[in-house]
């Protein structure tokens, strides 16, 4: 059989083709003669290649020729055909208007443009004609950026196996590119500016669902299975990738603006109902669409609303097309599985039975060999078979205690590890905190549930279930993931340790385990160890290292023992792995106390404020495929760092702005996580009132200052807010209850959003007459900024410097505009 026709590649392809040729005509860069003339000559050369193949296959099959060479004729013959059919559609639209004249009935583009008949004296024609039309859409292209930015950067997690570095990486890249594309429109605009709306917003609504398959392809065919990609091809990827998205979205921000006018304030709706409907698409997303739909869907959905809205206005036969294509596709996403498609070219040699979008991440179930293995975000959670995992998780830390009766296991339940924990007679009760609800509903179609009476199952943050328990432990299991994470990180710091040691009954036993060191300990290994080791000793007499599956750190005040052979013969608990034949207790110990003095060497120490171990998991990443030249990964910042020799010193302050705002949002959804535990279900919430924020401070400055005069105190102010973060910190050791520490969150997460849209205004009136390009130079700083902040705040400056001196650091940042700005003032 040939190979597979490439119906999808093709289809794709020369769409994306046609609907750039075409937007090159409605921006007046294509002329519309030649446009037809070149789409002819690919009409009539389809036509001759597929007929002719055609024709050699009829050939080859009447007379029954063995002519090898037309062995893959077939293909080329069927792929020809495709490209030729889409290509005949769009002829046929050119000469469809006799079919379709009922659908001119309603507003079209010359009705939007057309002016007040002559001789009618209007007092500003921008504002009563032009405004008036271009809210909606200003409305839905922020709405839809923030819906789709959300959505990639969830299928960009789980299809590259994301860490948090890459996650920071992909959003930085997204605003970067983002910035271009407004600065790239910052004073060249299309001949005919309100005639482009219409094919750029068509465009607009086609690239995400687009670019979700086009990713999904890229990892399926340049990239093996399971294979971890190299930080610099996934940049490299990421940023060809996003490329049209983030250029055309920034781009449209900067038409808009200029559409508004030219004069006065009016590039302050354009800024205001962005923020407005991103506002809206942040609780959207958040609290309805990864909630109900998988992400194909969701885009899809996305897409439809804003064909809706071009429809709205314009009702002419391309977007009536491509509204009917789009429900098609639709149509077929709802019906046959894709997303179940799309997620099974990620385990070959697996059956992909379950995939569901989960406030918590995107939960894949595969069956295999009579197993089930759940992965989040690409990567492998637990897998129902895992019988020595879950084995050296409970029976090192339960061999410890003589007598255990109250148990508490963090997550692993599902794993099937509270099967083993009940192995022991003692045990009374045992308490069970999965983080990821989703994952414990779904794990309950695929294994038989213990109904022990003894097992009483929690669901959610495992932080705030502990602080709120009045039970006392015996063991404390905590089989949670690595603390390469904000999110993670918060179960192995200081205070989480201290909190969890105010439950444990006198000789109680916690284990932790931390992916192996194997025969080599890395330098970022061993300070990852260290952290967990030193911050355990700070609480605990002894402190035990055992490897296995895992490197397990056991901490209790009582003794601990390493030979886990003797401790299973002696209590009489004899698993398939973990029992007196098969452990080498002597090798066991060994290779424990060489890990032990590679973490006692490093005194360091993990706490909430300053989160050391996600820097280094960061690091260890960069340098599985730097080697020995981690600072080669310095260069993507450098290049954030350029856009600042291109601005004036108004716009290199709303550079720092950006930073500012993005680092603060940073560091308020650290204490969130910290205080409230679960941040998914809020995190919508949080960026919406982030987004409600920038909408009413830019309102505010075009009331209060309208000639940019605050510009100044507005920084100064900002600077000051920065510098009262690290006492949220200390707040955040109160015993606050859920309201009064919303009471306290607020006043922190409001004052820097209304401060940078008060700051944006003023920036932009101090930088000159021309708004439309003021406008575009500060947003585009802005985003440039808050790019910077986004990957800086998270990997460097939160975990290495910590929460006192990030402050510090941005507040300095700010008086150095501050300075900068005085003295350009006295020149």
Partial sequence: MESPYHLILITLGTTAAYLFTLLLVNTGILVKTLHRRLWNSVLLLTFLVSGLLGLLLVIRVNYRLEWSFLNPLMTWHVDTGIAMTLVAMFHFLWHSSYYLNFFRHGKNIETMTAGPPPGTKIKNRHTSTQDHHLVPFILGAGFFST????????????????????????????????????WGGR?????????????????LAWLPPLLLLLMNLTRHLLFSPGQLISPFWFLLMILLLLAPLCLLSGYLYSLMV????????????????????????????????????PITQSLLLTSLALHLLILWRFRQRMPLFSFGLLILATLLAFLWPVDMKIKSWLFPGQQVVENRETPWGNITVTA?????NFFENGNLLFSTGDMVLNEEYVHYAMLQHRSPKEVLLVSGGMAGMTSEILKYPSVAAVDVVELNPAVVRMARDYQRENNDPRIHGAEGDGRRF???????????????????????????TDGFIKLLKEKLNDGAVVLFGLSPTGNYITPEKARIGATLYHTLKKHFKQVLILPGERDYYLASDGE???????????????????????????????????????????????????????????LQFITLYAGNHPWIM????????????????????????????????IMLIFWFQIVFGNLYSALGLIFALFMGGLALGSVAARRMDPSGAHLLPAQLLLAGVILLFPLLWRLSGLPLSGAAAWLVFLPFLLGPALL??????????????????????????????????AILTTFILLPVAGVTHSALTIAALNGAVILLLILRKKR
């Fill in 368 to 372: 295999n060999g009579g197993e089930f």
């Fill in 147 to 182: 819906v789709v930015q959300v959505l990639l950067i969830r299928e960009i997690t789980t299809l590259f196996q994301g860490n948090e570095l890459m996650m920071g990486w992909t959003l930085a890249i997204w605003m970067f590119l983002t910035g271009a594309g407004t």
């Fill in 466 to 492: 502990i602080h709120k328990t009045s039970r006392r432990y015996d063991v404390a299991v905590m089989a949670v993931p690595d603390p390469s994470s904000l999110q993670i990180n918060r179960y192995y």
């Fill in 187 to 203: 004073s060249r605009q299309p001949p005919r500016p309100l005639k482009a709306i219409l094919p750029l917003f068509l465009l």
């Fill in 756 to 789: 940078t849209g008060f700051l944006y205004v003023s920036a932009t009136l101090r930088c000159g007459s021309q708004a439309p390009h003021a406008a575009s130079v500060v947003y585009a700083a802005d985003l440039w900024g808050s790019a910077l902040g």
């Fill in 258 to 293: 200029h559409l508004t006018g030219s004069r006065g304030t009016s590039f302050v709706k354009v800024y205001a109902f962005e923020s407005a409907g991103s506002l809206a698409g942040g609780i959207l997303v958040t609290f309805l669409l990864i909630r109900w739909f």
């Fill in 634 to 665: 310095a260069l993507p910042l450098l290049l954030l760092l350029v856009p600042l020799f291109l601005l004036n010193p108004v716009s290199a302050g709303m550079y720092v702005t950006g930073f500012t705002a993005s680092a603060a949002e």
């Fill in 560 to 618: 601990l023992s390493p030979r886990i052979g003797e401790l299973a013969a002696k209590g009489g608990v004899k698993g398939s792995y973990v029992n007196s034949d098969y452990m080498d207790d002597a090798s066991l110990e060994a290779r424990g106390s060489e890990i032990r003095r590679a973490a006692e060497a490093l005194p360091l120490l993990n706490t909430d404020n300053k989160p050391l171990p996600v820097f280094y998991h960061s």
